[in-house]
């Protein structure tokens, strides 16, 4: 039987019951759009997180957009970035018209390197063509980034920083939470992530007040929120998030903690069987993962996952071009070298099925196929 890569399909036939009548109440109570379920959300994942608040919305990618619209982002100011990361995360920085510029990766956490980030900021300030205003560190994988070093470079040049928690809701660092480990932060619950609803949908994370009415407005149109609510006071977007996905969420939030740590029971299995056969994951001291990938490197990738492949295996590369190369960012004038550790881990990386309902048996298997491989291709 072939082994999926993510199996909702299980998540969900385990949970039926509960989460079809979460659906159902939801239809019958009729309040399809901000109704009561997206009000309980919010505050249950502010206080999951450990942020003073959350604002539900569409996507992730609106959870991004959002907060830098209400930094009131635009032409000639520059966002420092991951260049090994979903496009959405340069992508949110260019929509707003500022200009992402690209920082380096950590060879081992594939998360932002805090020193090339402060250099960056330098080059940036000496070139002074664009104004350095924010970071958006990204927790990939489902690790998160050096939030400590990160947001006191941040104060040291003035910054905001925008935590990318798209991957990684939830994840321990310290003894807090990916999410809300910085002034502003974002996730995504797309199906495949860690935590997922059934559709798009997204949530922004703020510790202070600034920026919060600015950003309920800007989720629905520019709206008013005290007085006329028919006058738009500002340029907004559609972000809500539906009611029916609030449901769904707060259902899949109650076996959270569950699947996170049979997330990690998996991953030990994986590594204890392939670190001395690949490159695994490491985990920085203090860190927790919530393993939205499990991603390893080997130089002969492309055989490992053909040969995977044929024995209903799947494998996914996460990811194969960093964005710095992409069309999008022609204009920005990169090119290979500019970015080497990122470059290097898009060319080695891949990675393999993980989800809390693998059974171990399938984990054996997974490895058993990946050491065979291996051997017969040395
Ligand atoms: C998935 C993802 C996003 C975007 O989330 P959507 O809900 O798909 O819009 C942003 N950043 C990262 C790192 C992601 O993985």
Redo the contacts with the bound molecule.
């Keep these: 039987m072939a082994i999926p890569f993510i199996d909702l399909s299980s998540q969900y036939q385990q949970h039926q019951a509960k989460i079809d009548a979460a659906i159902h109440k939801v239809l019958a109570h009729g309040q399809y759009i901000m109704g009561p379920e997206v009000k309980e959300l919010e505050s249950q994942l502010a206080e999951y997180v450990g942020a003073k608040h959350c604002l539900a919305c569409s996507?992730?990618?609106d959870a991004?957009v959002i907060p830098l619209m209400a930094k009131r982002l635009g032409t000639g100011d520059a966002v420092f970035t991951s260049p090994f990361?979903?496009f959405?995360?340069a992508e949110s920085i260019s929509l707003t018209g500022a200009t992402p510029v690209f920082v380096d990766i950590d060879p081992d956490s594939y998360n932002m390197d805090p020193a090339s980030l402060e250099q960056k900021i330098k080059e940036t300030l000496e070139a002074g063509k664009l104004t350095p205003r924010g970071i958006i560190p990204?927790d990939l994988f489902g690790i998160a980034a050096d939030y400590d070093v990160i947001n006191d470079i941040a104060k040291k040049y003035n910054l905001f920083v925008l935590e990318?928690a798209?991957?990684a809701f939830g994840a321990a660092y310290k003894d807090r939470r990916a999410g809300g480990l910085a002034e502003l932060g974002a996730t995504?619950f797309?199906p495949a992530?860690p935590l997922g609803c059934y559709g798009?949908g997204?949530a922004i994370f703020s510790n202070n007040d600034d920026t919060l009415e600015t950003m309920i407005s800007l989720r629905v149109h520019g709206q008013a929120t005290s007085g006329d609510k028919y006058d738009n006071v500002r340029i907004g977007l559609n972000g809500r998030m539906d009611t029916i996905q609030a449901a769904i969420l707060l259902e899949k939030l109650k076996i959270y903690d569950q699947e996170i740590e049979r997330r990690n029971q998996v991953a030990s299995e994986y590594t204890h069987r392939l670190k001395d056969l690949v490159k695994t994951p490491v985990l920085p001291d203090g860190h927790g993962s919530v393993w939205a990938q499990y991603s390893i490197q080997h130089p002969k990738r492309e055989t490992i996952r053909t040969a995977l492949s044929e024995q209903g295996i799947p494998t996914a590369v996460f990811y194969p071009k960093p964005i710095h190369l992409s069309t999008a960012y022609k204009d920005l004038n990169h090119g290979m070298g500019d970015f080497p550790v990122a470059e290097a881990a898009a060319q080695q990386i891949f990675s393999l099925p993980m989800h809390s309902y693998l059974e171990t048996s399938q984990v054996k298997s997974i490895c058993d196929s990946i050491e065979a491989a291996i051997t017969n291709h040395s």
């Design positions: 996507s992730g990618t991004l990361t979903f959405a995360s990204v990318d798209a991957q995504s797309y992530k798009d997204g």
